[in-house]
């Protein structure tokens, strides 16, 4: 028969090595996890002004409206030949140049109308919109070029969505370094990205399954 200090030496040892058991198991399968970044700059690219241009016997049914990455655009074409020139605004705020990688036609009520950006390339990472600059361009709203006749319907409303990205030909350096570090029932891994364009950085870590075993906003310094 096992006396009461026997007994309570067994039970501290039993306790210990589930301890040390849950601690090495941790530390295991952090080591071994498989992941990747994604980096993100802040994104801090925004329209600021929609205004109406020069038309030819066009106009505007209703004020257009904007929010940080779309416009509205409400026109009335009263002639075959009628067109509505609004001039956009872009503000980049950050200190990254940007272009206008991509357009979405959100919205299009009136089939027969079609639009046109002038002033500014989509898709071209050359035709930049430069940090901490404003840049101007236009959509033209006008008839399909096929249409014969004025359709019944002479209104319309656009919604575009303009899709920002960074003009960086080269993408970021991302660095996963081996060190890790158990403290108690913690274990750290160290993860380093560096880019020299990049000043504000999302950094997100994903094991091998996608699940999201890290996510931090970090300022880097120098690089």
Do not use: Q, W
């Given at each position: 028969m096992l006396d009461n200090r026997?007994?309570?030496?067994?039970?501290?040892?039993?306790?210990?090595?589930?301890?040390?058991?849950?601690?090495?198991?941790?530390?295991?399968s952090n080591l071994l996890i498989s992941g990747e970044a994604n980096i993100r700059v802040k994104k801090d690219v925004r329209i600021t002004d929609v205004t109406l241009g020069n038309?030819?016997?066009?106009?505007?049914?209703?004020?257009?409206?904007?929010?940080?990455?779309?416009?509205?655009?409400?026109?009335?074409?009263p002639e075959l030949t009628s067109k509505v020139i609004y001039q956009i605004t872009v503000q980049n705020r950050t200190d990254i140049d940007h272009y206008i990688e991509s357009i979405e036609e959100l919205q299009n009520t009136n089939t027969d109308m079609k639009y046109e950006i002038k002033g500014i390339e989509v898709g071209n990472p050359t035709d930049i919109i430069r940090a901490e600059e404003n840049k101007s361009f236009t959509i033209e709203i006008s008839y399909k070029d096929d249409l014969q006749?004025?359709?019944?319907?002479?209104?319309?409303?656009?919604?575009?969505?303009?899709?920002?990205?960074?003009?960086?030909?080269?993408?970021?350096?991302?660095?996963?370094?081996?060190?890790?570090?158990?403290?108690?029932?913690?274990?750290?891994?160290?993860?380093?990205?560096?880019d020299e364009n990049f000043d504000y950085m999302e950094i997100e870590v994903r094991n091998s399954?996608?699940?999201?075993?890290?996510?931090?906003?970090?300022k880097v310094i120098g690089g």
């Open positions: 026997t007994g309570v030496f067994l039970a501290s040892m039993f306790i210990a090595v589930c301890f040390v058991s849950m601690g090495y198991g941790s530390l295991a038309s030819s016997t066009g106009y505007e049914t209703y004020e257009p409206e904007f929010y940080i990455e779309g416009i509205r655009v409400y026109t009335t074409l006749k004025l359709p019944d319907n002479t209104s319309g409303m656009f919604e575009i969505k303009f899709n920002f990205k960074v003009a960086d030909a080269d993408p970021p350096v991302v660095t996963f370094s081996p060190e890790a570090g158990c403290y108690g029932e913690y274990t750290t891994v160290t993860i380093r990205a560096i399954s996608g699940v999201v075993t890290a996510k931090s906003n970090s």
